[in-house]
């Protein structure tokens, strides 16, 4: 079942414009600019709720075992306990201690969303 897919709300306008240049166009930017619109209507289509698509990777920042806590609503004992299983990507052990990445840590929350929970 496919569900309806809201184009760029300047699609038809754009398509227009290209087709009125065209004649004054080298065969390659026609085809660059047809798929550009291409990959504007699939990210449309493929998104959910017309989320954008993320962007590159930011700088992430390494957090403790009290604001992991927080997020996950676990215990610390639990924290590492699965880190120590490897259930959790975005832990990292450096010697005795382990840290924990941000962005992995937002990313993993993300792929769990409507998963059980511990």
């Known amino acids: 079942m496919t569900r309806p897919v809201a184009p760029p709300s300047d699609l038809a306008a754009t398509?227009?414009?290209?087709?009125?240049?065209?004649?004054?166009?080298?065969p390659?930017?026609?085809?660059?600019?047809?798929?550009?619109?291409?990959?504007?209507?699939?990210?449309?289509?493929t998104m959910?709720?017309?989320?954008?698509?993320?962007?590159?990777?930011?700088?992430?920042?390494?957090?403790?075992?009290?604001?992991?806590?927080e997020r996950l609503g676990?215990?610390?004992?639990?924290?590492?306990r699965l880190a120590r299983n490897g259930e959790l990507p975005f832990a990292r052990r450096i010697g005795r201690r382990v840290v924990f990445d941000e962005a992995g840590l937002h990313r993993w929350l993300e792929r769990r969303t409507g998963q059980r929970r511990w």
């Open 74 to 80: 676990v215990s610390k004992g639990k924290i590492y």
């Open 48 to 69: 959910p709720n017309g989320l954008r698509a993320p962007g590159p990777p930011g700088p992430s920042r390494a957090l403790d075992i009290t604001t992991v806590q």
């Open 28 to 45: 390659a930017q026609v085809v660059g600019e047809l798929e550009a619109l291409k990959f504007q209507v699939w990210t449309a289509a």
């Open 15 to 26: 398509l227009h414009a290209l087709a009125d240049r065209v004649d004054t166009l080298d």
